[in-house]
């Protein structure tokens, strides 16, 4: 397993923007998948979007889909998660979670399916 610590996290009007960074302990960051998560209250954890260890496959939640972009520098053992036209309710938690794997193409869409899973940021969206 690997130690995730999420930060960019914060409050912001809608229509604003915020990038949440994921950094990760380890040696072999390359070889996980991540993926973004996010809980608001009263709600299960949901997929917001994914990425393969080689960043070159990615899938996003329709929620997600035109607004956020997630990436990967796996020079900085970092996964970014771009958010952009936020709206109130895009307010949760977010978390990034990690899978390791040996296939450098797969993405991973549920949450049963990562191993490692960081802290959490809270984002919230103002009207």
């Known amino acids: 397993q690997v130690q995730l610590v999420e930060s960019g996290g914060g409050l912001v009007q809608a229509g604003g923007s915020l990038r949440l960074s994921c950094a990760t302990s380890?040696?072999?960051?390359?070889?996980?998948?991540m993926g973004w998560f996010r809980q608001a209250p009263g709600k299960e954890r949901e997929v917001v979007c994914a990425?393969?260890?080689?960043?070159?496959?990615?899938y996003y939640a329709d929620s997600a889909k035109g607004r956020f972009t997630i990436s990967r520098d796996n020079a900085k053992n970092t996964v970014y998660l771009q958010m952009n036209g936020l709206k109130p309710e895009d307010t949760a938690v977010y978390y990034c979670?990690?899978?390791?794997?040996?296939?450098?193409?797969?993405?991973?869409?549920?949450?049963?399916?990562?191993?490692?899973w960081g802290q959490g940021t809270q984002v919230t969206v103002s009207s």
């Open positions: 979670a990690a899978r390791f794997t040996w296939w450098e193409g797969s993405y991973y869409r549920t949450s049963s399916e990562y191993e490692s």
């Open positions: 380890g040696r072999t960051f390359s070889r996980y998948a």
């Open positions: 990425v393969s260890s080689s960043g070159g496959s990615t």
